[in-house]
């Protein structure tokens, strides 16, 4: 059977420890079939010029070197050599430092004088066995990372490329739809109405998805400026007053007088309350469906709640609604969805510094809460206006 073989730099400069270390290793090719190659080096600077010139499968270090002493050293094998374990070598009264070298670093530490072959070996193998596993960890984890990049570039480049043809069904729809073509029956005119409702859909499935890329990615540009969310939220509301209309639904907003200021995105707050407003239209009863939305002054925070009358989620699932791709089994075959507008909706806020959450009871309804910081640039003018207005 053929041994394994290892090299190993030594780095100490007491000559007479060398020797034990060294003997210590020979005896280990006997008895486990194990050999090692060592080489030594006196002083941290030679160590560190022999570990850029090649790589050893573990290094033993002495922390009392004649150019560096203590946990010093530690750090500085590491930055030169990421790869090979680093055992340190500590005398019987230097245990605490062992740890301490651990804590910089080093991946174990051997009392001197324990050089119990086995011991030392035992230890070598098991740095060496660690760093391996650490080492196809990384790798594996770098791979991961560069799939993931691929796969957003992916999906960026088809979502684009997918936008233009789809503009295109949807000018010659509308141009068809609004007589451009001349007369239709109407038969052609509910199945052209019943193509743009999907185009529109489609078009929403795209956007999503360039979203979530560009939010993984790290590429979503937030543009904050202050605004009044109590308008904004009206004029939301106002924008779903039809379809709201036309399903039936009792849609109410309901805001305080006051200006609440927020320093945030626009379109992304539309984003989200349309999402929001959204879902619960999907969620709804068929009959005595009620939606209403609420604005709230919290002090330094503003809320806005969306609440539904609809068939509500179940504690179970509410964990897991703002994750994305996550649709709920018992509403998921009803209706349509990609199962990323609410995890979407969580990071656009999370980014402005907001929390986003839901209550909710089964068959009774849910309302999704989201809550921003009130503008600090708009409080800063009042509390001057005040200060002003004492003097
Ligand atoms: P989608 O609506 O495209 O499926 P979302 O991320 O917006 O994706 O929502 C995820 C899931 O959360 C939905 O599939 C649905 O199961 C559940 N959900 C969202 N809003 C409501 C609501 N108002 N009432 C009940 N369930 C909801």
């Known amino acids: 059977m053929e041994s394994m073989k290892y090299t190993v730099l030594l780095v100490d400069d ?12 020979a005896k280990v090719r006997f008895t486990q079939r194990i050999q090692f190659k060592v080489e030594t080096a006196e002083t941290l600077s030679e160590a560190i010029r022999l570990l850029g010139e090649k790589s050893y499968d ?7 070197l004649p150019d560096s002493q203590g946990l010093a050293s530690v750090k500085e094998v590491r930055t030169a050599n990421l790869q090979s374990p680093v055992i340190v070598l500590t005398g019987l009264a230097d245990e605490e430092l062992g740890l301490e070298a651990i804590k910089e670093g080093a991946d174990d530490y051997v009392i001197k004088g324990d050089y119990l072959e086995h011991v030392l070996v035992r230890i070598i ?9 650490e080492e196809k960890l990384r790798r594996a984890n770098e791979k991961l990372k560069e799939d993931d990049e691929l796969k957003n570039e992916f999906i960026s480049m088809v979502s684009h490329e997918l ?10 729809i509308s141009n068809a739809l609004a007589g451009v073509f001349g007369q239709m029956s109407r038969k052609l005119r509910d199945n052209l109405d019943m193509m743009d409702e999907n185009v529109d859909r489609l078009g929403r499935i795209i956007d999503n998805f360039l979203d ?13 400026l202050d605004l009044n969310l109590s308008t904004l939220v009206c004029e939301v509301v106002e924008s779903f007053r039809r379809f709201a209309e036309d399903k039936g639904v009792e849609l ?25 407003i959204g879902n619960a239209m999907k969620y709804v009863p068929a009959r005595k469906a009620r939606i209403s939305v609420y604005v709230k002054d919290l002090g330094n925070e503003v809320e806005v709640d969306v609440e539904d009358n609809g068939v509500g989620i179940d504690k179970d699932d509410i964990g897991k609604i703002f994750q994305r791709f996550t649709r709920i089994e018992k509403t998921a075959a009803e209706t349509h969805g990609t199962g990323l507008g609410l995890s979407i909706s969580k990071q656009l806020i999370e980014m402005q510094d907001g929390r986003i959450w839901v209550e909710s009871t089964p068959e009774q309804g849910s309302t ?17 206006e005040k200060q002003d207005s004492v003097v």
């Open 14 to 25: 007491e000559k007479l420890d060398q020797r034990l270390t060294i003997q210590a290793l």
């Open 58 to 64: 573990v290094i033993l270090l002495d922390l009392g």
């Open 125 to 133: 193998r098991y740095a060496i066995k660690r760093k391996e596993v």
């Open 163 to 172: 936008r233009t043809p789809l503009s295109i069904f949807k000018n010659v």
């Open 212 to 224: 979530i890329s560009k939010i993984e990615a790290g590429r979503m540009e937030i543009n904050r």
């Open 252 to 276: 109410q907003g309901v805001n305080p007088e006051a200006e609440l200021i927020v320093n945030a995105d626009r379109d992304k707050i539309i984003q989200v309350l349309t999402n929001l």
């Open 368 to 384: 999704f809460c989201f809550a921003l910081p009130k503008s600090k640039t708009k409080e800063q003018s009042y509390n001057r």
